[in-house]
């Protein structure tokens, strides 16, 4: 180990020129960086000679006080090093993927009488298979697998037969109703399925299908024609050819800035599952940071489709599929594609990494019009909605980098008067929302967007004032999309059809569909009350119950 205090410190250490993994230590002598390298010495070098550093890399060396080392026997056991070294410490200045969306997979338990469930992880106790990026389509298909081969559901093993029993959607194996070989046979028929050779279970389907109508059996049939109907839907929502019978991944990267833009394409038995979107700071060999880091916590396909090279030589290329292959327990090989339908996959990544640019493009041009401190990452917008002088309530909705962030959408029902007052009800419930983030020490947004003109922007603005807050507001009215600043006393016009008003107007309706949502259930919520029946206690008989 040696001790960095300042860049010439490195001058005359004896950092070995070996293949190994090298750790960075904090004053607090915490592991805030572990990095690989074939030779230790010009790779922690390259970070104090380098002229110019990405943003990150230059607060990482801040904080470097200690650099420690381990040496080994090739690049392959530096990576595996490596990526233990990330998962026991979790440094701070590591890419971490940890917050990344996770998709879910249809699994089959390994026991006697497997079981359908969904999985979030895989696991050696699961057959899994997917994962699946739309969940309606995963739902779609495992209830339709569990109806088809009746498999179990249920954690236990029963003494009775359960509903699902008596409504043909299990063979309750767990009372004897039918053997371990017959089950197994449902089970291998299941995994062909899932596996996507629908062809041989439409045959079975079809076959039973016309059996049921010669015998007369007409409800049976038309629920074996409904089954096929939604196997062929499933089949259609598949924009890959079925030919391909092994799995790939597409990546493809894009720097803007101190940023890395990333999307991910599953590509499984030929399907194409969707996609994934990463937005990481930029660091030395980002790229390969970044699959070190994606395929710790992912299914790691056959092949890796990549849009340019992370990898200087092809040793260093030999190496990084070694060490996924060594994870995977199976040849892993990366790709970068110049032609055919591989090329396709790669364009079809990119463009739709372009889409996220022009999303961020739209962020740009809201701070450039509107001429805001900052980019408008985090934005929430309020509308209020009410029928009459009744249920008078108000919906807030926030987006990040563009998109809904609906787990902390919010509701608020109107306290402070009853009535219809817009104004107020703005005032009331800009008040509450930023007055509980200032107690919680949470984060505040960095653009306020009201649904309304100048009189709801004035509202908002007071109530921030009396919170001695300074947030960036606007009102966006629906009539001609004209935007309101709390400054102006014209509201100021932009094509309704460029990028910025585009997100400003699908933020608005969002904001207005959720309150509407809000409005309706109140409505219902008293309706049922007020047609509720409650037992006189005297006679006994059932009344109206009395307003609330």
Not at 404 to 422: H, L, M, V
Not at 478 to 488: A, F, G, L, N
Request: proline residues 4%; aromatic residues 8%.
């Amino acid at each position: 180990m040696i001790k960095i205090t300042s860049p010439d410190d490195f001058k005359n250490s004896d950092i070995p020129t070996a293949p190994g993994v090298y750790l960075y230590r904090n004053e607090a002598d915490e592991i805030i960086y572990v990095g690989k390298a074939k030779n230790l010495r010009n790779r922690v070098k390259s970070y104090f000679s380098s002229i110019y550093q990405p943003t990150k890399t230059r607060q990482l060396l801040l904080h470097i006080r200690s650099i420690d080392w381990v040496i080994v026997n090739n690049e392959v056991e530096a990576l595996l090093l490596e990526n233990k070294l990330i998962k026991q410490h979790t440094p701070k200045y590591n890419i971490n993927l940890k917050d990344a969306k996770t998709y879910a997979y249809i699994a089959l338990t390994r026991e006697t009488f497997p079981r359908i469930l969904t999985s979030r992880k895989v696991s050696r106790k699961l057959e899994s298979f997917g994962p699946y990026t739309d969940g309606y389509t995963r739902r779609d298909l495992q209830r339709l697998v569990t109806k088809v081969y009746k498999l179990r559901t249920c954690k236990n093993l029963h003494k009775r037969a359960c509903l699902n029993y008596h409504i043909h959607q299990c063979s309750a194996p767990c009372t004897g109703k039918v053997t371990p070989e017959e089950y197994n046979d449902q089970v291998k028929q299941a995994r062909d399925f899932l596996s996507g050779n629908y062809e041989a279970t439409l045959k079975m389907l079809n076959k039973k299908m016309q059996i049921a109508s010669q015998t007369t059996q007409f409800e049976t049939a038309l629920e074996l024609r409904n089954q096929i109907a939604s196997i062929r839907l499933l089949t259609e929502r598949q924009i890959v050819d079925n030919e391909r019978h092994y799995d790939q991944d597409v990546m493809v990267f894009r720097q803007v800035g101190e940023k890395m833009l990333t999307v991910q394409m599953g590509v499984r038995k030929g399907v194409l599952l969707g996609k994934k979107e990463f937005s990481v700071d930029l660091q030395p060999q980002v790229e390969q940071e970044f699959l070190k880091a994606y395929y710790t916590s992912n299914q790691i396909p056959r092949e890796i489709l990549l849009n340019k090279p992370c990898w200087t030589e092809p040793k260093e290329k030999a190496a990084l599929e070694e060490f996924l292959a060594q994870k995977r327990l199976a040849p892993v090989s990366l790709t970068v594609p110049k032609r055919a339908d591989k090329l396709a996959l790669v364009q079809l990544a990119e463009k739709n990494l372009e889409y996220s640019l022009e999303t961020d493009s739209a962020l740009v041009d809201l701070q450039n019009n509107l001429n805001l401190p900052r980019l408008p990452k985090v934005i929430e917008c309020f509308d209020i909605s009410n029928l009459g002088t009744e249920h008078v309530v108000s919906g807030m909705v926030v987006f990040k980098n563009a998109k809904p962030d609906k787990k902390n959408y919010r509701k608020f029902k109107i306290k402070s008067f009853t009535g219809q007052d817009d104004f107020a009800a703005i005032t009331e419930v800009v008040n509450r929302r930023y007055k509980r983030q200032i107690e919680e020490h949470a984060q505040l947004p960095d653009l306020v967007v009201i649904d309304g003109g100048l009189g709801q922007v004035h509202a908002a603005k007071t109530a921030l004032e009396k919170l001695g807050l300074k947030l960036p507001l606007i009102g966006l009215a629906k009539e001609r999309e004209e935007i309101y600043c709390p400054d102006d006393t014209t509201p100021r016009r932009f094509d309704k059809n460029s990028r910025m008003m585009l997100l400003l107007r699908k933020i608005r309706d969002a904001t207005h569909d959720f309150s509407i949502g809000y409005n309706r259930k109140r409505r219902e919520i008293k309706i049922r009350e007020e047609f509720k029946p409650k037992k006189d206690r005297r006679k006994g008989a059932p009344v109206e119950s009395e307003d609330r």
